[in-house]
C-alpha cells in the first residue's frame, strides 16, 4: 500500500508538472524541494519557483479559525529566500497589505493599508482613528467626486488637521503654482493661529468668485480680484470695492455706524466714476491738505444739473418736494418753483421771516447823499404832482406792475426812498423859509395897520 501510494504521487508529478502537492516525509529526494509545512502551491515546480506563474481559481472559499488574533490567511509574494513576503493578510480582526518600500536600503516591507475590525481603513498606518487614515501622503480623485454624508442631517462631518499646530490646504490643482488653495490653521500654528487664507496664482485673470445657482443659472455674487479690488454683485470692479447695489448700516443698539477716513486725508462720495461726471461730496478730516476740516458738495457733471435738497411729498408719495436747489449757473432757490426771475443770486419763495436784515452796498454812489449837492435839480412839486396824476407813483419809484415782475431791490428801494425823504424834506425846508418870510410880511403888515388905528382914533 506504501508503494501504490509512493508510484502515484510521481505520476502526479509527472501528469502535471506545474502542480504538485506533497505531505512531510522524512527521506528527501536529491535536487527537490521538501515542503514540511502542510502548504499547497500552484504553479510551483518540485526543483524551484519558476520567473512567473499564473493562477486562475473559479468559486474558492478560503476559511479559518474565527476569534485568533493570528495572521489565518496570507497572499503573498517573498522578497527573496528570507524575510516577510508582500501581499495580503487576513486575520479575524484586520485586513492588511503589506507592500515593499523601495526608499530604503536595502528594501523592506511597510503596511500599505490596514483594514481593521472597527471598519477604519489606513493608508500609510497601521493603527488608524477614524473611518479613513492617511499618513505620509496624498490623497487624489481622478474624474470623481468626494461625498461625506450622513443620515442624521444634525451630525458633525468633518475634514480635520487632526491637531491644533498643524494646517489643512485644499488644492484647486496639484500644487499651489498651478491654482487656487485654501490654508485652514490650527491655532497653535505658527504660521496662521487659527486663520483660514484664501490664495489663488498670480495670473491676471486670477480672481476669488462667489456663485449664486438658482438651478439653470449661475449668478456672481462677490468677485475678489488679483489686484485686490472687491465687487459685489460686480464681476468686474474698478475700485477697491464696487457694489452693485444699495449698503445698509444697522445695528441692534443705539450705536452709530460710521464711514470713516483719516485725518489727514478726505472721504468722496462720487454719483459716477469721477468727480467730473456728476455730483460729488468731499468730506475733509483737520489736517486735510485742501478744505480743512470742511465738507463741500458740488456738482461737476456736464449736463444743467443742481444740487438740491428736499422732502417726499405725503400728499403725492410718487413724488417729491425741493426745499433748497443750488443751480449750476450759481442761483440758489429756497423753495418748490420751476422757474425764477434772472439777474438774481438767492430766490426765497413765500418770502423770509426774519429779525434782521442787513444789506450791503458797493459803493457810496449807490445812496442818496448826493440829494443834498448844491447842484442837485431838485424836481418842483409842481411838477411831481403833474407826475403822480399821470403815472400813478413817484418818480424813479417802480411801478407795483414792475414789483410783481421784476421783485424788489432792498438796498435800490431803500437808496430810492431816502432820496424821496431827503427832496421832501429840501421841499419842507423850502417850504418853511417861505412861511418865516410871509411871517415876517405878516408882522410888519399888523403894526402897519396897529399904527393906522391909533391914528383915526386921535
Known amino acids: 500500500m506504501k508503494r501504490k501510494a509512493l508510484i502515484l504521487t510521481g505520476l502526479l508529478a509527472l501528469t502535471a508538472n ?6 512531510p516525509w522524512n527521506n528527501t529526494p536529491t535536487g527537490t524541494q521538501t515542503f514540511t509545512d502542510k502548504n499547497v ?73 490596514v483594514l481593521n475590525k472597527d471598519f477604519k481603513l489606513g493608508i500609510g498606518t497601521s493603527t488608524p482613528s477614524e473611518r479613513l487614515s492617511v499618513k505620509d501622503g496624498n490623497m487624489s480623485v481622478t474624474n470623481g467626486d468626494v461625498l461625506i454624508s450622513n443620515d442624521n442631517d444634525a451630525a458633525e462631518r468633518s475634514i480635520k488637521a487632526n491637531t491644533s499646530t498643524g494646517y489643512f490646504r485644499l488644492y484647486g490643482n496639484s500644487t499651489a503654482a498651478n491654482g487656487p488653495y485654501i490654508d485652514m490653521f490650527g491655532n497653535g500654528n505658527t504660521y496662521g493661529y487659527g486663520r483660514m487664507n484664501f490664495v489663488h496664482g498670480d495670473l491676471a485673470s486670477s480672481a476669488f468668485e462667489f456663485w449664486k445657482y438658482n438651478g439653470t443659472t449661475y449668478m456672481s455674487q462677490m468677485t475678489i480680484k488679483n489686484d485686490g479690488s472687491v465687487g459685489i454683485g460686480d464681476q468686474n470692479p474698478t475700485a477697491k470695492l464696487t457694489v452693485n447695489g444699495d449698503i445698509n448700516f444697522t445695528s441692534a443698539t443705539t450705536t452709530s455706524r460710521a464711514v470713516r477716513g483719516k485725518t489727514t486725508s478726505w472721504l468722496e462720495l462720487s454719483a459716477n466714476t469721477g468727480a467730473t461726471d456728476g455730483a460729488v461730496l468731499f468730506i475733509h478730516g483737520n489736517n486735510s491738505i485742501y478744505e480743512k476740516g470742511g465738507a463741500m458738495l458740488m456738482s461737476n457733471g456736464s449736463q444743467n444739473d443742481e444740487i438740491s435738497f428736499g422732502v417726499k411729498n405725503y400728499t403725492a408719495p410718487s413724488t417729491y418736494l425741493n426745499i433748497l436747489a443750488a443751480k449750476k449757473n450759481g442761483k440758489v432757490v429756497i423753495g418748490d418753483v420751476s422757474s425764477t426771475p434772472d439777474g438774481y443770486k438767492l430766490y426765497v419763495q413765500k418770502g423770509i421771516f426774519t429779525e434782521r436784515i442787513k444789506v450791503a452796498l458797493s459803493g457810496t454812489s449807490n445812496w442818496s447823499d448826493f440829494v443834498f449837492d448844491d447842484d442837485y435839480d431838485l424836481m418842483p412839486l409842481s411838477e411831481v404832482e403833474s407826475f403822480i396824476k399821470e403815472n400813478h407813483h ?18 435800490q ?24 418870510e410871509q411871517q415876517k410880511v405878516l408882522q410888519q403888515q399888523q403894526k402897519e395897520i396897529s399904527k393906522l388905528t391909533r391914528s383915526s382914533k386921535n
Open 18 to 23: 506545474h502542480v504538485f502537492a506533497q505531505i
Open 41 to 113: 502551491g500552484i504553479g510551483y515546480e518540485i526543483t524551484g519557483i519558476p520567473s512567473a506563474t499564473t493562477l486562475h481559481v473559479k468559486n474558492l472559499e478560503l476559511t479559518s479559525v474565527v476569534g485568533t488574533s493570528d495572521v489565518n490567511l496570507k497572499i503573498e509574494r517573498k522578497i527573496g529566500s528570507f524575510g516577510s513576503g508582500q501581499g495580503v493578510h487576513v486575520s479575524g480582526n484586520m485586513i492588511e497589505a503589506i507592500v515593499e518600500n523601495t526608499n530604503v536600503t536595502p528594501n523592506t516591507t511597510t503596511k500599505g493599508f
Open 394 to 411: 413817484l418818480p424813479e419809484i417802480p411801478s407795483a406792475t414792475e414789483v410783481h415782475k421784476e421783485g424788489l431791490d432792498l438796498a
Open 413 to 436: 428801494m431803500d437808496a430810492k426812498l431816502l432820496q424821496k425823504i431827503e427832496e421832501l424834506t429840501l421841499h419842507a425846508i423850502e417850504q418853511q423859509k417861505l412861511l418865516n
